[in-house]
């Protein structure tokens, strides 16, 4: 079985701060990883993912995420928030054989000016 | 353009009424998904389509079924068993199951009169 876990359901940032989502999984073989990102009355878009090779996976956005096994994390940053960053962002994994995503519950970020 | 259609946006049920929500896709994909949005539990899968006349029960498949016989089309039903249908809805589809890249449509609000 496989599992996510997102820290943090609220993340509030200042306009040109450092946005970190916090992402941990649990998967008993080798996953695949994804982050999504849903704006209001949306449904989602792939941000970024990492299957095999570099471990820092760069996405849209000037977003970036870092595969660190030894921690089982994937977290999701960007250097400088924007006001167009507010929106709901989801962490998934995906066994590397396998075919459905179990989605993390989510993060709201809120970006002030 | 292309892209996966979700209608109604919004939909009402009444006590003991079956409801459809309806999803089409005009991509060419062969895999097709339902999801269900919950306030802080992301995204749960209640069924999934790897190709035609075929389907799979996802992790939340009790209270709904699923139909697909055309590549395009992949309508849900929530029928009377299912207590506590209030919820977002997302389909999503993938060119094939075992492809990482998901596309979703823009999702139905259902609620209960």
């Known amino acids: 079985a496989q599992s996510v876990t997102q820290l943090g359901s609220h993340v509030s940032v200042s306009e040109g701060a450092l946005v970190l989502l916090r992402c941990n999984y649990s998967s008993s073989v080798p996953p695949y990883l994804f982050w999504y990102v849903q704006y209001p009355n949306q449904g989602l878009q792939l941000l970024l993912k990492y299957t095999t090779g570099a471990t820092l996976v760069k996405g849209i956005n000037g977003f970036e995420a870092e595969f660190k096994k030894s921690e089982t994390s994937f977290h999701l940053t960007k250097p400088s928030a924007h006001m167009s960053d507010a929106a709901e962002y989801f962490c998934a994994v995906r066994r590397a054989a396998g075919n459905k995503l179990t989605f993390g519950g989510g993060t709201r970020v809120l970006v002030k000016p | 353009d292309g892209g996966i259609t979700q209608s109604p946006k919004y939909l009402f049920r009444k006590e003991g009424q079956n409801v459809t929500l309806s999803c089409e896709q005009n991509l060419n994909h062969d895999a097709m998904y339902w999801y269900r949005q919950d306030p802080g539990q992301g995204l749960r899968l209640i069924y999934y389509?790897?190709?035609?006349?075929?389907?799979q029960k996802g992790d939340i498949a009790e209270g709904y079924s699923v139909s697909r016989e055309k590549k395009e089309s992949f309508p849900l039903t929530v029928t009377s068993a299912q207590k506590n249908p209030t919820a977002f809805y997302l389909c999503?589809?993938?060119?094939?199951?075992?492809?990482?890249?998901?596309?979703f449509g823009s999702g139905t609000q259902l609620s209960v009169l």
């Open positions: 999503a589809s993938s060119i094939a199951a075992t492809n990482e890249k998901l596309f």
């Open positions: 389509s790897q190709i035609v006349n075929d389907f």
